[in-house]
């Protein structure tokens, strides 16, 4: 473990969260008029400053800042390729020209404002949009080079391949051992000693097993909201996936259930690759390695996380990130 929020010198996060300086941060009873001056400065700052939103805004297309790392990235190193892609709702379209590189074997976070279409780009990695009427697409994704749209796909199988975790835990209403096995009683495993063999490694994986090993019989259900989710990652995990998607999986979880949430990110990244969608900057910068900022449908920089904390091509990345704009 390598990270850890109340640790006062964790690697990833003192890296990445930038540290202003001690005159701009107020006390509470300054915090209100400092902000408004904030915003007033960012207003002003925005005219003519955020080349690429006001480029976004106004319809034009753009060249998003996508740092040497990413481009550069060999095809070994790329676990899916996200090209071109675009996704319409109906006549409305929430995605524009996406090209995403997601690094094999590290977190890749999804930043920006609501609405951007940050849960729609993750659920097109494993066609759970085409459970929505009215869904097109264009452009492609690879996952390990295959296609993941296009004919003679199984979506069944690439949904197993790709596991995806939600920001409400959704248990089954059935034991916490019939829960972590069940995607692999769909697949006709019906050996007792291979899913209990199974049910446990993906509950150690997931960093639940001690916790639960005594019950499994019990109800999932009866579990924390923190446990919850870790049953739920145990449960994608437990067929062995190319990649985990995880859509603000910390939103509904208290601050201990959240550190437990973002320790096994980092612990399960190595393997099973994470794309996340992440609200809270802080947790960006302490889970993630890369980080892609998006804005009404399009990406605008994506780059290390590191470097898109610290010093982001662009002044719109940075203000975003400080929470200054959006
Ligand atoms: N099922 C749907 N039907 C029609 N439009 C949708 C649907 N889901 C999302 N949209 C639209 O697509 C756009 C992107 O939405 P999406 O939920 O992907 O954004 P998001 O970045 O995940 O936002 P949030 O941070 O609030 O979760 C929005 O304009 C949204 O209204
Ligand atoms: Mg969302």
Redesign the pocket.
């Known amino acids: 473990m390598q990270s850890n929020i109340l640790d006062p010198t964790p690697s990833r996060m003192s890296d990445a969260i930038p540290t202003r300086p001690a005159a701009s941060q107020p006390s509470a009873d300054q915090a209100a008029p400092t902000r408004r001056v904030a915003l007033r400065d960012s207003a002003k700052a925005e005219a003519g400053r955020y080349r690429i939103i006001e480029a976004i805004r106004s319809g034009q297309r753009h060249e998003p800042a996508v740092h040497a790392e990413l481009a550069n990235l060999t095809d070994a190193e790329t676990i899916a390729k996200i090209d071109d892609f675009q996704l319409w ?2 006549k ?1 379209q ?1 995605i524009h020209h996406v090209n995403i590189n997601v690094a094999r074997g590290k977190v890749t976070a999804l930043i ?1 404002p ?7 780009l993750l659920r097109s990695v494993n066609r759970l949009n085409d459970l ?1 009427d009215g869904v097109r697409v264009a452009g492609s994704i690879t996952i390990n080079g295959r296609q993941v749209f296009g004919p003679g796909v199984d979506v069944i199988n690439l949904r197993k391949r790709v596991g995806m975790v939600f920001q409400k835990p959704n248990p089954f209403p059935m034991s916490i051992f019939d829960n972590v096995v069940y995607r692999l009683r769909i697949d006709g495993e019906r050996s007792k000693s291979t899913l209990e063999a199974a049910s446990e490694k993906a509950l150690r994986g997931a960093a639940l097993w001690e916790e639960v090993k005594d019950r499994l019989k019990d109800s999932a259900v009866g579990l924390s909201g923190g446990q919850q989710q870790r049953l739920c990652i145990a449960r994608a995990i437990v067929a062995d996936p190319e990649m985990l998607l995880l859509d603000e999986p910390c939103s509904a979880l208290d601050p201990i259930a959240t550190l437990r949430i973002e320790e096994l990110i980092h612990e399960i990244a190595e393997r099973y690759t994470v794309l996340i ?1 992440t ?1 809270n900057m802080q947790q960006a910068a302490r889970v993630s390695d890369y980080t892609a900022f998006m804005y009404l ?1 399009r990406l605008v920089e994506f780059g290390p996380t590191k470097l898109i904390f610290q010093s982001p091509q662009l002044p719109e990345t940075e203000d975003y990130v400080m929470g200054r704009f959006g």
């Open positions: 709702y109906g409305n929430a920006g609501s609405g951007c279409g940050k849960s729609t929505i969608v609200h449908g």
